[in-house]
């Protein structure tokens, strides 16, 4: 069931930013339509291709621990202190 929602998002249709700002605004919403648009809010965040795969690590919390290996190596410099 769940490995079925995580295709079911990633081989959901790709939205334009117009389109996703709609439907955000919207408020009732379709289930082909929070699929639609957790792709595109995932495929804005990590800048690459949906999968089920990142479906699933997404949901385990993968996005905060990606962040934080990138200022704790590659983007120190961007630190506050």
Known sequence: ?????CEAIANSVELSQTELKKLQDKKAKTKTERH???????????EIDVTPDLVEKDDDG???QLRMHYYLTLG???LTE
Do not use: G, I, V
């Open 1 to 5: 069931m769940y490995t079925a929602e």
């Open 36 to 46: 639609q648009q957790r792709k595109a809010e995932l495929s804005r965040r990590y």
């Open 76 to 78: 120190r410099e961007f």
């Open 62 to 64: 993968w996005y905060p």
